[in-house]
């Protein structure tokens, strides 16, 4: 008697995705509501970016590679990428053959520094949540923002980059209309600063905050293009808390200002400083100015906005 072979299961294709770091040109904190600060933000995506390749058929390992292949950067299951997959499992499993997620292995290239404010760790979720959606033939656009969202507020944006207004905590998007190119300097630095810390001594400096807007100058600039006008407007209403840890941040903020930068902007909760040119060749020279400034580690040149999370090598 003839058995009939079982027919052997096909493991799809490695896919590699890219996704944008960001800078917060405009970051107003107010008051906290229901355990999370109300933010009023400007997200723009930016050119140094992450690039994630998940493995079907794995044993769910995640190796860390690039130019930021930081010890403190989980290898677990804690890690941010493993947990967008397994929060897109959990809200497809009911309706969609998921197996193909749940052995995943996930290379991560660094390439966004770590703890600095810029989002690598969000750029990596939205990647593997872009990347996970391909491998099971597509998901609906609302499922991705919600499994974003749970991860973090970044995430959300990241998905689909340009520049937006972010209020919340962040993950409740409006597009913002941005004309031509602003280049950026980022001065990052060799000491992290932890964002729970900056938030509770915010706290600490403001018992009662504004309620946190953008201002229209900001927007106005943004669409016209004019660096310039932007410079004189955005702000971060993090930076006296963020001082306060770290006293070089002002140094650093104010050698920038002497080297000719339009605006120095801290990223996030820090400590990594955006600093604002006029064009590519300032740019330039703003790099290489802050380079060797003390308290500087590096200074990356970049660009924005940048498109968000899209995959870039899938068959």
């Known amino acids: 008697m003839t058995v009939p072979l079982r027919p052997r299961m096909t493991i799809p294709a490695p896919v590699k995705v890219w996704a944008p770091g960001k800078i917060n040109i405009h970051l107003g904190v107010g008051a906290v509501d229901d355990g999370f600060h109300e933010l009023a933000t400007v997200f723009q ?11 079907p058929g794995g044993t769910r390992t995640i190796i860390i590679q690039g130019r930021y ?14 947990r967008a997959v397994d929060l897109l499992i959990t809200a497809l499993e009911d309706d969609r ?19 600095g404010g810029m989002g690598g760790g969000s750029a990596d979720a939205a990647a593997a949540l872009v990347g996970a959606a391909h491998l099971v033939g597509g998901v609906d656009e609302a499922i991705l923002h919600e499994c974003a969202v749970a991860v973090g507020a970044d995430v959300a944006f990241l998905l689909r980059g ?12 409006s597009p ?16 992290p600063l932890p964002t729970p810390d900056v938030y509770a001594r915010f706290d600490e400096l403001n018992p009662d905050p504004a309620p946190a807007t953008v201002p229209d100058r900001v927007l106005t ?6 660096p310039d006008t932007l410079a004189e407007s955005a702000a971060n209403d993090l930076t006296e808390a963020a001082v306060s840890f ?21 990223s996030g909760s820090g400590p990594t400083i955006g600093f604002l040119a006029r064009d590519a060749h300032h740019a330039l020279d703003l790099a290489v100015l802050l380079q060797a400034t003390r308290g500087v580690n590096e200074a990356l040149r970049t660009t924005g906005p940048a498109p968000g999370a899209h995959i870039v090598d899938g068959s």
């Open 97 to 115: 053959d998921v197996a193909v997620l749940r052995d995943l292995d996930i290379v991560i290239d660094k390439q966004v520094p770590v703890a």
């Open 45 to 55: 995506a930016l050119n140094l970016g992450e690039t994630l390749t998940l493995i």
């Open 69 to 82: 292949a930081d010890a403190a950067v989980p290898r677990d299951e804690s890690n941010v990428a493993r």
């Open 246 to 266: 770290m006293p070089e941040i002002a140094e650093v903020m104010e050698a920038g200002r002497d080297a000719g930068a339009l605006l120095p902007l801290l």
């Open 162 to 173: 340009g520049t937006a207004i972010g209020h919340g905590r962040g993950e409740k998007l």
């Open 221 to 226: 600039a943004l669409a016209a293009g004019e």
């Open 176 to 191: 913002v209309l941005t004309r031509g190119t602003f280049h950026w300097v980022m001065a990052t630095s060799a000491s």
